[in-house]
């Protein structure tokens, strides 16, 4: 039998109580107890602690590089934030200057709000399923609160 497919025997004793039964690994048979025996060379079983170890390694590049990439991420939109702010500044300047030269201009009223679209994004890369999780709650949250608020919305 072989380790890297982790192939077992099982004695007879150990079906009947396997929801009970320990499950051990040994390279020898066990005798009168109820585990799970795998037999394997020493070649095998060194090679299986190699490929676990190497991927042990390969997930923690994989983690700094996801690390790496969120830091870039937060440096963008903290060093974009002035120019948002510059942005909402001068629109709204623009809007008060319209406002008070009475020009009539539709996108400029102030009306109530009667309709509201929400757009959902959700990633779709590896590793974001809790990410996925929360941004689909934040959604259903903010439906709740529009409901609340009595007012239609749309989700795409």
């Given at each position: ?149 009595g007012l239609e919305y749309t989700s795409s």
């Amino acid at each position: 039998m072989s380790c890297s497919h982790l192939s077992t025997a099982w004695s007879s004793s150990a079906l009947a109580s396997s929801a009970s039964s320990t499950r051990r690994r040994s390279s020898a048979p066990r005798s009168g107890g109820s585990g799970l025996v795998v037999r394997c060379s020493l070649r095998e079983l060194r090679s299986r602690i190699d490929s676990v170890r190497n991927t042990q390694k390969i997930t923690e590049a994989m983690k700094l590089v996801a690390a790496a990439k969120v830091r870039r991420a937060q440096e963008a939109v903290v060093s974009s934030r002035p120019f948002s702010e510059a942005l909402v500044e001068v629109l709204y300047n623009m809007n008060q200057e319209i406002q008070t030269e009475d020009i009539d201009l539709p996108l400029t009223r102030t009306r109530p709000v009667k309709k509201v679209a929400l757009v959902v994004l959700t990633g779709e890369r590896g590793l974001c399923g809790s990410f996925n999780n929360n941004v689909l709650k934040k959604a259903d949250t903010r439906i709740d609160e529009l409901k609340q608020l009595g007012l239609e919305y749309t989700s795409s």
